[in-house]
T-cell receptor
């Protein structure tokens, strides 16, 4: 299977702390994306990082990409209760997208 | 408003009764796809379409059919639903599969229960 792997599978932190999620993939990629899913709802695009980029920022989000290790990480700084959701990395396999298993993030007040 | 719509949002049906879940996008996207999401298994692609009249199997196509007669619509058809097709289904679209502008836009999901 081409399915990506994310860790941890679940993460619970206090509001205000930083959250880091990791994603590993198995093929060469053009880009890698991160999505958020609130419970039972559709996925929402957060950020895209191209294969020639090493780091990208968007607000409180920071994404890194290490193509030599085939891995990416998503850092959410100064977490808020509204960040509670599942986070998925997504990358292009052969003509189709491959989804990681997701990390379920819980922010405790 | 740019969006992907799915209907119905919730459906309870019985084994063997044919059903169709519609998906429509208003962004003139080339690429559309269907996924199912199950606990512990993540999102798995059922079928995808790179353009009108061009469809291809994803990872779990058994028991499903799709059609792409026009660019905006990509219905998912279950000819004879079975209980193992109980799942949360998502339709998604993007401008194209290749290139840098391939953000996926997801529909709100259809929760299907087959009794």
């Amino acid at each position: 299977s081409q399915q990506g792997e994310e860790d941890p599978q679940a993460l619970s932190i206090q509001e205000g702390e930083n959250a880091t999620m990791n994603c590993s993939y198995k093929t060469s990629i053009n880009n890698l994306q991160w999505y958020r899913q609130n419970s039972g709802r559709g996925l929402v695009h957060l950020i895209l990082i191209r294969s020639n980029e090493r780091e990208k920022h968007s607000g409180r989000l920071r994404v890194t990409l290490d193509t030599s290790k085939k891995s990416s990480s998503l850092l959410i700084t100064a977490s808020r209760a509204a960040d509670t959701a599942s986070y998925f990395c997504v990358y292009q396999g052969a003509q189709k997208l491959v989804f990681g298993q997701g990390t379920r993030l819980t922010i405790n007040p | 408003e740019a969006q992907v719509t799915q209907n119905p949002r919730y459906l309870i049906t019985v084994t063997g009764k044919k059903l169709t879940v519609t998906c429509s996008q208003n962004m003139n996207h080339e690429y559309m796809s269907w996924y199912r999401q199950d606990p512990g298994l993540g999102l798995r692609q059922i079928y995808y379409s790179m353009n009108v009249e061009v469809t291809d199997k994803g990872d779990v196509p058994e028991g499903y059919k799709v059609s792409r007669k026009e660019k905006r619509n990509f219905p998912l058809i279950l000819e004879s639903p079975s209980p193992n097709q109980t799942s949360l289904y998502f339709c998604a679209s993007s401008l194209g599969i290749a290139g840098s502008t391939d953000t996926q836009y997801f529909g709100p999901g259809t929760r299907l229960t087959v009794l």
